[in-house]
């Protein structure tokens, strides 16, 4: 059993899936255990197991409800709390920017599999804007807790001995079957706009402005009318929010304004925008904007295949090393800034099976058969902003099926043989501080239940969730 401690992810699952076993079983709520001044509820417990059956239905898991279940979310919730109160005496804190990253990666994914921002926001009756302002505190209490983890365990080493003894301890029949892996690296182009699209974009949003401020239209009737952004039902309006929610150059032209003033055509990586500033309160103001979205489909894909196809030729035939083109042309700064290696994201390896490569990834590696083998330009969707781009990708390594072994999977069982060793390491620590933190149980706790804490450990970056 693994539970997931909560996150937005969840949250918005929760929102998002209807119905739970729990549901018939509501009673009425209670104090169920005391840390230090932090109460939790049952229906905490509750909402925390919900939570994890759902997103275990997602993945297609079968979980069934059971008082073990119930009791070890309790005391992970516990554990939870204790740790946010060693935080605090340890001064561990994550920055503005680092929960606004974190927040941005998890509601892009949503969106991803929503479809839109514009259905997402439909499912869950709540505008992104809103969902961000609701969840931070939790947000950044999830991401303190594993920063204090993070802390702790990154003393935590381990032999090759140590592994060799983890490993030899599988009996030979259980070991696991590998399945076939890739290493890849990759050079991303983004295809630069075309100027009529950006000029048709622009002079739209510069009449749109002029309609209101010198033709006296309706700023919230034009948003509705003509914005492109998922704000438009509301007359664009953003609620009240931080100044540092919101990207550089919007938060830059609001800040400028004063209320009830409207701004000049701003641009942004969404596209052009008038703001109208309604309100400011400290580093928070409230706005409403019109966007105008550039036509993403009018974009010099000509220009992404030429320079991608010359980057190409550059390797194979005049001896250049594909990591350094990436690192100087790839507009993915994410595997540019290491040479173009793409990184198994729930594991932080480099190694990825092929089965669960996404599909535009998997089509490609279907068709480079040698390592060092590098594909044609191929289009994609950027994960981090939706944006259309173009790649080449080298087949770095190969790794066919076969039975877990030492020589050939080191690095994989030393990550879990580490794993295991980190948990024994946290349970001990967590036992410990819970003698330096008040904790009372309001209800009576079964003596065999012990909370599942390898879900504590940061398992992507920067927010673990799952």
């Given at each position: 059993m693994?539970?997931?401690?909560?996150s937005?992810?969840?949250?918005i699952?929760?929102?998002?899936?209807?119905?739970s076993?729990?549901?018939q079983q509501?009673?009425?709520?209670k104090?169920?255990?005391?840390v230090n001044?932090r109460?939790?509820?049952k229906?905490?417990?509750?909402?925390?197991?919900?939570?994890y059956?759902?997103?275990?239905?997602l993945?297609?898991q079968?979980v069934?409800?059971?008082?073990e279940?119930?009791y070890?979310?309790?005391e992970?919730?516990v554990d939870n709390?204790v740790?946010l109160?060693?935080?605090?005496?340890?001064?561990v804190?994550v920055?503005?920017?680092?929960?606004n990253r974190?927040?941005?990666?998890r509601?892009?994914q949503m969106?991803?599999?929503?479809?839109?921002?514009?259905?997402?926001?439909?499912?869950?009756?709540?505008?992104?804007?809103q969902i961000r302002?609701?969840y931070?505190e939790?947000?950044r209490e999830?991401?303190?807790t594993q920063?204090l983890q993070?802390?702790?365990?990154?003393g935590?080493?381990i032999?090759?001995?140590?592994?060799?003894e983890?490993f030899?301890a599988i009996?030979?029949?259980q070991?696991?079957?590998?399945?076939e892996?890739?290493?890849?690296?990759q050079i991303?182009?983004v295809p630069p706009e075309?100027d009529d699209a950006?000029n048709?974009?622009?002079?739209?949003?510069?009449?749109?402005?002029?309609?209101?401020?010198?033709?006296?239209?309706d700023?919230e009737?034009?948003a509705?009318?003509?914005s492109d952004?998922?704000s438009a039902?509301?007359?664009g309006?953003l609620?009240m929010m931080?100044?540092?929610?919101l990207v550089?150059?919007?938060?830059?032209a609001?800040a400028a304004?004063?209320?009830g003033e409207?701004?000049?055509?701003v641009?942004?990586?969404?596209g052009y925008?008038?703001?109208r500033?309604?309100?400011?309160?400290?580093d928070r103001?409230?706005t409403?904007?019109?966007?105008i979205e550039?036509?993403?489909?009018s974009?010099?894909?000509?220009?992404a295949?030429n320079k991608?196809e010359?980057l190409r030729d550059?390797?194979i035939?005049?001896?250049k090393r594909f990591?350094?083109?990436a690192?100087?042309h790839s507009?993915?700064?994410a595997t540019?800034?290491m040479?173009?290696r793409?990184?198994n994201q729930?594991?932080?390896?480099?190694r990825?099976?092929?089965s669960q490569?996404?599909?535009?990834?998997?089509r490609i590696?279907?068709?480079?058969?040698?390592e060092?083998?590098?594909?044609?330009?191929?289009p994609?969707t950027?994960?981090?902003?939706?944006?259309?781009a173009?790649?080449i990708?080298?087949?770095?390594?190969?790794?066919?099926?076969h039975?877990?072994?030492?020589?050939?999977?080191?690095?994989q069982?030393r990550?879990i043989?580490l794993?295991?060793k980190q948990?024994r390491?946290?349970?001990?620590?967590?036992?410990?501080?819970?003698e330096?933190v008040?904790?009372e149980?309001?209800?009576?706790?079964?003596?065999?239940i012990?909370?599942?804490?390898d879900m504590m450990?940061?398992?992507?970056?920067p927010v673990?969730a799952?």
């Amino acid at each position: 059993m693994k539970l997931l401690k909560s996150s937005l992810l969840l949250i918005i699952v929760s929102a998002i899936t209807a119905g739970s076993a729990l549901s018939q079983q509501q009673v009425a709520d209670k104090i169920v255990a005391i840390v230090n001044d932090r109460i939790i509820l049952k229906s905490d417990v509750d909402n925390e197991i919900r939570q994890y059956m759902q997103q275990a239905q997602l993945d297609d898991q079968e979980v069934n409800f059971s008082e073990e279940l119930w009791y070890s979310a309790l005391e992970s919730m516990v554990d939870n709390y204790v740790m946010l109160e060693k935080a605090e005496l340890d001064s561990v804190v994550v920055s503005d920017d680092m929960v606004n990253r974190a927040m941005d990666d998890r509601i892009q994914q949503m969106v991803r599999q929503a479809g839109s921002e514009e259905a997402l926001e439909r499912a869950l009756g709540n505008s992104i804007i809103q969902i961000r302002e609701e969840y931070r505190e939790m947000f950044r209490e999830q991401m303190v807790t594993q920063e204090l983890q993070r802390q702790k365990m990154a003393g935590v080493e381990i032999t090759r001995p140590e592994v060799r003894e983890f490993f030899e301890a599988i009996p030979e029949d259980q070991l696991p079957t590998i399945p076939e892996q890739v290493e890849l690296s990759q050079i991303v182009v983004v295809p630069p706009e075309l100027d009529d699209a950006r000029n048709v974009a622009l002079q739209k949003a510069e009449a749109l402005r002029d309609s209101v401020v010198n033709h006296g239209r309706d700023f919230e009737e034009m948003a509705r009318l003509y914005s492109d952004g998922p704000s438009a039902p509301r007359g664009g309006l953003l609620p009240m929010m931080p100044l540092g929610d919101l990207v550089s150059n919007y938060s830059a032209a609001a800040a400028a304004l004063d209320p009830g003033e409207i701004s000049e055509v701003v641009r942004t990586e969404f596209g052009y925008h008038v703001i109208r500033l309604n309100q400011r309160q400290g580093d928070r103001i409230e706005t409403n904007h019109i966007l105008i979205e550039i036509d993403d489909s009018s974009v010099d894909e000509e220009f992404a295949i030429n320079k991608l196809e010359t980057l190409r030729d550059s390797v194979i035939n005049h001896g250049k090393r594909f990591r350094d083109l990436a690192r100087v042309h790839s507009d993915d700064d994410a595997t540019g800034s290491m040479g173009g290696r793409i990184i198994n994201q729930q594991t932080g390896e480099r190694r990825m099976a092929i089965s669960q490569l996404e599909p535009s990834l998997y089509r490609i590696v279907l068709l480079l058969d040698e390592e060092g083998q590098i594909s044609e330009p191929r289009p994609f969707t950027m994960p981090r902003n939706n944006q259309r781009a173009y790649r080449i990708v080298r087949l770095d390594r190969h790794i066919p099926e076969h039975i877990a072994n030492l020589d050939d999977d080191y690095e994989q069982i030393r990550n879990i043989a580490l794993q295991q060793k980190q948990m024994r390491e946290l349970s001990k620590w967590l036992e410990e501080m819970r003698e330096e933190v008040y904790v009372e149980y309001k209800i009576e706790m079964p003596d065999d239940i012990e909370p599942e804490r390898d879900m504590m450990l940061p398992d992507e970056a920067p927010v673990g969730a799952e």
